[in-house]
């Protein structure tokens, strides 16, 4: 379809929509060429030419019958690309031309003036070159060609061609050619699959696992070590933590020092590559005990020609009942011959529910059912029945300027900002069985292995438990690095890198708790479709039935900062046993500082929800569980006033200091809540 298309596509959650524009114009490199690694062994002469195109980025087109039986000696050393494929095609009776779309077409009847020949062997060229074209991309590259009227100028017909197996063998040959364990996927293999970000995608390697939230991959592990152990970096640069401790992502909560990275906040789109390392090197940043992953967004120069791309897409999420747009542009041009420019963005809303129904933990209990003993079993402490809101904002801003002011020195500044904002709603209906187990009216059970299990329980009275929490979340992150790469000699490189990365996260949690204690309450473990059931006789929808537990608030601050400066040198000794020798220094700083306040407040413990607002409708609606899961099990009656109850924690002080509570007092009153103390700077 030209330069541009549209495509609708659907993803097992929903649909997507997407616009695509490209504008792509041909840059000349003038004259002089840069020098190219290569490291050709001698082989078939077909092998030989794909190997060239590999390590010289070059595309390149051949007729196979024209190739067979030919091979090469082998090429070793620095050398501009043209100059190696001389050599490649030295004593045999095979020529080459470079196109207008920068192409190499080699073959027996190539004219290498870009003449053309007669009608008939034009046609034959052209036939010919056809099908070494569709075994080229099907072989190691995606080209791109033009195909013009023989006996004009007009093209009359433009062909985009797209090959996923260039870019296996592109992560392939970084595996190959590394002298450690590591694993690479490249930007092909990335926009091949639908994956929501980049933990998607990097699960896809063997060794790496992801843990999920809402759904949604987000955090990594490489060989069995947890997200806190897999080092994150940008280029080779350490990332900060963007993880913020406490949230209910679950990883911080455990480790408020986390270095663990959230790859949800990346989105692909961003990304030319990413290698997993799941063993050290010495030039490797430290701290990644599982191992560690490396982030390389994308570079002017990758592409090596102008390119725009607008996408817009739409996600529908049947559950929630919402449609999530998002769009994604990037634009990149090659000023000059040696200055190259990118920047590209990536924007979503995404709207999540989930709704869960589990048993909190087993007690081993003696039980007595109106006074008769049924012996000491296992069964559930409590039933909880969750729902949980999820509605995010995610932002991925990244650019980049490249600059090769000569054929031996390459500068590069790259930008990365990510910026995530989430405002969540936890709603927990909690039946807390074990608190009537001296009132059990019924109970059957079974032997299981010689343990007895409860498979029914009846109790008079126990405990109802509801729980409003909210929390908002909003992670800011700016990763900068400044890069040199000087060709010293033909055997000796010399990088030099600075970076710096930021990250600010502020989280408020706020909760409201209301509860019954003599609920009376019915479980049977192999209810409704065989799941666990609950059933009560209490009018939980009244709001006469509950009073005041708690109301709380929590905020936390993280502020992490890293910088760093690293000096390598390479030196190609290309030796029979002794192929490279590396040498560096690195110096590296972070500053990290945590901040929390927190009042949880039983100030009103055991008052009339009466007294403080009353009840409110449930947001899921009457019976929400039983509509979205089928489970029987008594939900969405009412709400304690979670606006009235927080209002009152900020309003009536004195009320709240002679209250009881979990952590108020020394240190955590609320005078010291409120104190300015906590918003000062790093």
């Known amino acids: 379809m030209g330069n541009g298309g549209i495509w609708i596509d659907r993803p097992s959650l929903g649909f997507s929509l997407a616009l695509v524009l490209c504008l792509c114009t041909k840059t000349y490199a003038g004259d002089t060429e840069e020098l190219v690694r290569f490291q050709i062994h001698a082989q078939d002469l077909g092998s030989a030419l794909n190997q060239f195109a590999l390590q010289s980025g070059k595309e390149i087109l051949f007729i196979e019958e024209e190739i067979s039986g030919k091979v090469t000696s082998e090429i070793s050393g620095n050398y501009q690309p043209t100059v190696a494929l001389e050599q490649l095609l030295a004593n045999t009776d095979l020529r080459y031309r470079i196109n207008d779309l920068d192409t190499i ?152 020092k986390s270095r663990a990275i959230g790859f949800h906040q990346f989105q692909s789109g961003l990304v030319q590559a990413v290698e997993v390392h799941k063993s050290p090197r010495a030039d490797h940043v430290e701290g990644g005990l599982g191992g560690f992953v490396d982030i390389m967004p994308r570079r002017p120069l990758d592409l090596g ?32 011959d040696n200055l190259g420019f990118m920047v590209s963005a990536q924007w979503d809303n995404r709207y999540f529910r989930t709704d869960t129904y589990r048993g909190w933990g087993h007690v081993f209990r003696a039980v007595k059912a109106n006074g008769v003993d049924m012996g000491s079993g296992y069964y559930p402490q409590q039933i909880n029945a969750e729902v949980h809101w999820q509605d995010r904002d995610r932002l991925n801003l990244s650019s980049s300027v490249q600059f090769q002011p000569s054929d031996i020195v390459d500068i590069t500044l790259d930008l990365l900002y990510t910026d995530i904002t989430n405002s969540e709603t936890h709603l927990n209906e909690s039946w807390r069985l074990q608190q009537g187990n001296s009132r059990i009216t019924a109970a059957d059970s079974i032997t299981d292995n010689g343990t007895i299990v409860f498979t029914k329980i009846t109790t008079s009275g126990a405990g109802l438990f509801v729980q409003h929490n909210t929390e908002e979340v909003s992670a800011e992150t700016l990763n900068a690095g400044l890069n040199m790469k000087v060709q010293l000699t033909d055997n000796l ?54 009073k005041v537990v708690k109301q709380s ?84 009656g009412i709400l304690p006033n979670y606006a009235f109850l927080q209002n009152a924690l900020m309003t009536r002080p004195d009320e709240v200091r002679a209250g009881k509570g979990f952590n108020t007092g020394a240190g955590r009153s609320i005078d010291e809540y409120n104190s300015g103390r906590f918003n000062e700077d790093l």
Not at 325 to 336: C, K, R
Not at 559 to 572: A, H, I, P, W
């Open 105 to 256: 077409l080699v073959g027996t009847e190539i004219d290498i003036n870009g003449e053309r020949t007669d009608m008939s062997q034009s046609k034959n060229i052209l036939q010919r070159l056809a099908s070494g074209f569709a075994a080229a991309v099907l072989g190691t590259v995606a080209s791109t060609g033009t195909v013009y009227a023989a006996d004009d100028e007009e093209v009359i017909e433009e062909i985009v061609v797209t090959g996923i197996r260039g870019s296996l063998q592109q992560s392939l040959e970084r595996k190959r050619n590394a002298d450690h364990f590591v694993d690479a996927i490249t930007a092909e293999d990335i926009g091949a699959f639908p994956d929501q970000n980049l933990a998607e995608s990097l699960q896809r390697i063997s060794g790496v696992a992801i843990d999920r939230k809402s759904g949604e991959g987000a955090f990594v592990s490489v060989r069995g070590l947890g997200p806190q152990f897999v080092q994150g970096t940008i280029h080779g640069r350490v990332a900060a933590s963007n993880v913020v401790p406490g949230s209910h992502d679950g990883v911080g909560a455990t480790n408020t």
């Open 305 to 336: 020609k102008r390119h725009a791309t607008i996408s817009i897409d739409a996600t529908r999420n049947q559950l929630a009942d919402d449609t999530a747009p998002g769009v994604f542009a990037l634009f990149s041009d090659v000023l000059t």
């Open 493 to 546: 490189t010399l990088n030099l890198d600075a970076s710096a990365s930021e990250t600010e996260a502020p989280i408020t949690n706020r909760d409201a708790m209301m509860r019954n204690t003599m609920t009376q309450m019915a479980y049977d473990k192999y209810g409704s479709g065989g799941l666990p059931s609950m059933t009560t006789t209490s009018p939980i929808s009244s709001e006469d039935h509950f």
């Open 553 to 636: 608030i929590q905020s936390h601050i993280v502020d992490d900062r890293n910088s760093q400066f690293r000096l390598d040198l390479t030196y190609e000794a290309d030796g029979e046993w002794l192929k490279t020798v590396q040498v560096g220094a690195r110096a590296y700083r972070q500053d990290r500082r945590d901040r929390a306040r927190y009042l949880n407040s039983k100030a009103w413990i055991n008052k009339p929800i009466t007294d403080f607002g009353g009840g409110v409708a449930h947001a899921a609606g009457p019976n929400w569980m039983s509509s979205s899961l089928g489970i029987n099990v008594p939900t969405g």
